[in-house]
């Protein structure tokens, strides 16, 4: 085994070549959802990580994309082209595969159509749509498209591969909260990716790097790079502290490296983990896991909220506000409160149920419920890790 490498050497701009271990689907059939059991080998890397941390992963784009771009530019793929910020020309199928996001069009990028489209009904379309008075349908547009729907569908607008890659924004690393604990895992990441496939404008899309990991990685041969970010999610030093975990869904990842490292350290705070997802017979993600922490006492209440199980649909707040007394009991003795998964909705959710708890079972104010969370977020003791 080679000696571990110097862990500066491999940062965001000096990512480390990993190598993916293991690649298991945790929802079962006929779940609506793909989420995978991701094992990443940090082996040789010199990478170190702590619970709460994320794993940034640098994706490549999906190879039959690429080619689908490259044949509507009328394009080998071997043209050179000059990046920002590179040294050199680099071939323009590595741009596209590697180094530049081909979704997420913009009215500037329509605007450049615009001024190349020769053909008059397609220049009308693109004048229509960037309309002073057109915001909402311009934006609507674009949500549905991706760079290929415009070469597609203005076909008389082929700009040089120069021009067209000047469109392009780069391809940025994606971050995984880390599923794993370095006290049991101290050379591998284990992640756990909820992979995205959806349709738009009736045309197949895919999660850039969720597929990535999920369909293109190749176990013990594909180079995954990867690099770690540090996190302001931690555990409390005090291994006396209760934890309350909030974590529908792909959520339950940091909340796993939790479990394991509280178990690692013999910790003997209580921990209160609430978990949701759509239906417990295919959703129920780590079941296994979870119950046998429950059985040893290192999970002490575990509280689950599957959407689709009844006729009205129960979530995680759901879940708080039915346990209103025994939370409000459990912050009064100094519990910590951890909330990870989706910000648009879930986050607010949550945060709007633990005001409520805090109001209700407190007998407090608006004023004092605000200062009193306010308090928590500043102690440490309600940290989110939200996206």
Known sequence: MSAPANPSLHTKDHPFPARLLENRRLSGPGSAKDTRHLVVDLEGSGLTYEPGDSLGVFPSNDPRLVDEVLGLL????????????????????????????LAGP????????????TDVAEHQ?????????????????????????LLAEYPSARPTPQAFVDQLRRLVPRLYSIASSPRQYPTQVHLLVAVVRYVSNQRPRLGVCSTFLADRVEPGRTPVPVFVASSHFRLPADDSADLIMIGPGTGLAPFRAFLQEREARGATGRSWLFFGDQRRATDFLYE?????????????????????????????????????????????????VYVCGDAKRMAKDVDQALHR???????????????????????????????
């Open 125 to 149: 379309r693109l004048a229509a749509l960037l309309a002073a008075d057109a915001t909402e349908q311009l934006a609507a547009y674009l949500a549905e498209r991706e760079f290929v729907d």
């Open 74 to 101: 009328g394009a080998r793929g071997d043209e050179p082209v000059q990046l920002p910020r590179e040294p050199e020309p680099i071939a323009l199928r590595e741009a596209l595969a590697r180094r530049l996001s």
């Open 106 to 117: 913009t009215r500037k990028a329509l605007q450049f159509f615009a001024t190349l489209a």
């Open 357 to 387: 708890i805090v109001a209700e079972q407190g007998g407090l104010d608006p004023v004092a419920t605000t200062d009193y969370v306010k308090a928590l977020k500043r102690d440490g003791r309600y940290q989110r890790d939200v996206y």
């Open 288 to 336: 296994d896991e979870l119950l046998a922490w429950q059985g040893r006492g290192v999970l002490h209440r575990l509280d689950t909220a599957f959407s689709r199980d009844q006729a009205h649909k129960v979530y995680v707040q759901d879940r708080m506000l039915e346990n209103a007394a025994e939370f409000w009991a459990w912050l009064q003795r100094g519990a910590h």
